[in-house]
T-cell receptor, first 114, second 108 residues
Framework: DTGVSQNPRHKITKRGQNVTFRCDPI?????LYWYRQTLGQGPEFLTY????????KSRLLSDRFSAERPKGSFSTLEIQRTEQGDSAMYLC????????????FGEGSWLTVV | DAKTTQPNSMESNEEEPVHLPCNHS???????IHWYRQLPSQGPEYVIH???SNVNNRMASLAIAEDRKSSTLILHRATLRDAAVYYC?????????FGSGTQLTVLP
């Protein structure tokens, strides 16, 4: 079990640039989630995929954010025209269909917008 | 407010039991209670979850109040490696709602 893999682990970007994060879930996990976490706060839900279908989106996911999971395996989270307020850790998690109440998080991707 | 409420910080001595409380007074009947913990610069790690009954696993025990408005995570013998931020969350796995967590300090 290799766990949920995220990359890059750290990204520093200038305001206005686009960034993309990749998440590789645990093999055979059909469900995939993105959360965002700022310093001193708990994670906040962004979006949820069941296979390739994006089934839930938070109001936090503004139109500058887009998430995809084209083949139901890995997922990407893109942020366009980054703002300083986007600085946070972006967490990916996955879970199997069985045992639906436990999700497994990756180590996160830190974004700093300067 | 759908978030849970936890004390900001707690301390425990090594090898003593720790009881971490959580208030979730607005929980719905179908929401599970989940606990995760997080070390610095790492993603949250699953600890335990439950719906109505008390639960035990190799990491901890979860005691759920009869009215489900509160719960307590019990670490039976705290170790230095248990020092982390502990989050009590509610909801289905599709959308967990985290609070600000409790920073647990374990004193040697």
């Amino acid at each position: 079990d290799t766990g949920v893999s995220q990359n890059p682990r750290h990204k520093i970007t200038k305001r206005g640039q686009n960034v993309t994060f990749r998440c590789d879930p645990i093999s055979e996990h059909n469900r995939l989630y993105w959360y965002r976490q700022t310093l001193g706060q708990g994670p906040e839900f962004l979006t949820y995929f069941q296979n390739e279908a994006q089934l839930e989106k938070s109001r936090l996911l503004s139109d500058r954010f887009s998430a995809e999971r084209p083949k139901g395996s890995f997922s990407t989270l893109e942020i366009q025209r980054t703002e300083q307020g986007d600085s946070a850790m972006y967490l990916c998690a996955s879970s199997p269909d069985q045992g639906r109440n436990t999700i497994y998080f990756g180590e996160g991707s830190w974004l700093t917008v300067v | 407010d759908a978030k849970t409420t936890q004390p900001n910080s707690m301390e425990s001595n090594e090898e003593e039991p720790v009881h971490l409380p959580c208030n979730h007074s607005t929980i719905s009947g179908t929401d599970y209670i989940h606990w995760y913990r997080q070390l610095p610069s790492q993603g949250p790690e699953y600890v335990i979850h439950g719906l109505t009954s008390n639960v035990n696993n190799r990491m901890a025990s979860l005691a759920i109040a009869e009215d489900r408005k509160s719960s307590t995570l019990i670490l039976h013998r705290a170790t230095l490696r248990d020092a982390a931020v502990y989050y009590c969350t509610r909801g289905s796995a599709r959308q967990l709602t985290f609070g600000s967590g409790t920073q647990l300090t374990v004193l040697p």
